[in-house]
């Protein structure tokens, strides 16, 4: 893929991101990342096509679009799992419990958040290890309330902030 091909699927995938983080008009961000996810499966660029994915799945999950939302991310872990990178198979299995937690499928979520945490433990170096992990335990205790599962919850939270204590304590830099 030359360079203004990877650019252009970065801008496509980065202005969808956009729409999805700021949570407005979220449909308007199908189309980008479709377009993003075209070009980097065309010039074959696993990487990107990961990355686009991932948000592609993220955006279908937003717009209520659940099957094609984890075909998005099915697609999406089968590359991270190809090209054995821990980093995106964790990442990957954060946005499949995301994917169900939108769908409201708490007790898939909440166990598909389970092995992200899992997955994030595979990874060797400490920043996104440690974010995968918090963002995972979020995912946790965020579905153990919806299932009344108090206790499961307050453990999630009491893990995270471990991890937390344990990063401030190390002196590292907050990731």
Not at 12 to 35: D, K, T
Not at 91 to 96: E, Q
Not at 142 to 157: F, M, N
């Amino acid at each position: 893929m030359n360079n203004r091909s990877r650019h252009r699927v970065a801008l496509l995938v980065e202005a969808a991101s956009q729409y999805y983080l700021h949570g407005q008009r979220i449909f308007n961000a199908v189309e980008p990342i479709a377009l993003a996810v075209m070009l980097a499966d065309q010039e074959g660029e696993h990487a990107l096509l990961r990355r686009a994915l991932s948000i592609q799945g993220l955006i279908l999950a937003a717009t209520r679009n659940t099957p094609d939302a984890l075909h998005s991310l099915l697609r999406a872990l089968d590359i991270a799992e190809h090209s054995a990178d821990a980093v995106g198979i964790a990442a990957v299995w954060g946005n499949i419990a995301t994917a169900f937690h939108e769908a409201t499928l708490y007790s898939d979520a909440r166990v598909t958040f389970e092995r992200a945490n899992a997955m994030a433990l595979n990874i060797e170096e400490e920043a996104p290890r440690l974010t995968l992990q918090l963002r995972a335990l979020h995912g946790i205790a965020a579905c153990a309330l919806y299932l009344h599962e108090y206790l499961a919850g307050l453990e999630a939270c009491e893990e995270a902030i471990a991890l937390i204590r344990q990063w401030i304590d190390s002196g590292a830099p907050r990731p």
